[in-house]
């Protein structure tokens, strides 16, 4: 199917209704109030066109996972809430740190020093989320949870850098139920490290286009969805 600009808007706009009930009724299911969920548009699917398009239906914030795919778009809606939350390359730090407001994918100290380098270089501060691999698959990034500790204590000696949260990606199942857990153990595991350190660490990033439902019920303030929303060929 040929999708003119208008039939993309209006798909767009039934996919947010859609995504948007789910969240209220898995808010409701969990007893959280309404307003806790920031949704993450995906766009790592879609050229800078469909980015405008999904922009001008009133999303804000947009997700991307590598710097080479997401450069033109950033630089073509510099004022939308831009969040990196793919594997970061150290020698992309500088270029990320100028365009994104978020960074999702902290998972190791040389990284951290990287980040908060760049942030004082630009004079940009950086909210940043440290990436755990609560599910233990090998073939996930993140620090481990007994190390996140270690790894939040190290961000805080980096001025220009702001530990806001934790994020995880669930693990690949057939029924959401089954990514319950992980995302249950990033919200335990938040919970033991604000009392650690002190901080407030009031951001948990979980929960994609299959899990989201589940992400938001176990306390997810922020889920990032791509196919679902933002991809003609997924709907």
Not at 11 to 17: C, F, G, K, S, Y
Not at 83 to 102: E, S, T
Not at 104 to 123: K, Q
Request: glycine content about 6%; proline content about 3%.
């Amino acid at each position: 199917m040929q999708w003119t600009d208008a039939d993309y808007r209006r798909q767009v706009r039934e996919r947010l209704a859609m995504i948007s009930q789910r969240i209220r009724k898995a808010q409701d299911k969990a007893g959280r109030c309404h307003d806790a969920v920031r949704l993450i548009a995906v766009t790592k699917y879609v050229d800078v066109e469909r980015v405008r398009a999904l922009r001008a239906e009133g999303l804000e914030d947009f997700g991307e996972n590598r710097w080479q795919s997401a450069s033109v778009k950033v630089e073509a809606l510099p004022e939308a809430a831009w969040h990196f939350i793919g594997p970061l390359q150290r020698n992309k730090v500088m270029a990320v740190v100028r365009h994104f407001r978020w960074i999702h994918s902290v998972d190791r100290p040389r990284l951290a020093d990287e980040i908060g380098r760049a942030a004082r270089e630009l004079g940009t501060p950086v909210a940043v989320l440290l990436q755990v691999n609560v599910s233990g698959e090998q073939q996930k990034s993140g620090v481990a949870p007994d190390s996140a500790l270690d790894l939040l204590r190290h961000c805080t000696t980096q001025s220009g850098l702001a530990v806001r949260g934790l994020m995880a990606i669930g693990r690949q199942v057939d029924d959401p139920e089954d990514a319950r857990q992980d995302f249950a153990a990033l919200r335990l595991l938040r919970d033991r490290l604000r009392t650690a350190s002190g901080l407030s660490l009031p951001e948990l990033s979980m929960g994609m286009s299959g899990d989201f439902d589940i992400a938001v019920e176990e306390g997810a303030t922020m889920v990032r969805v791509g196919r679902l929303l933002v991809a003609p060929e997924a709907w």
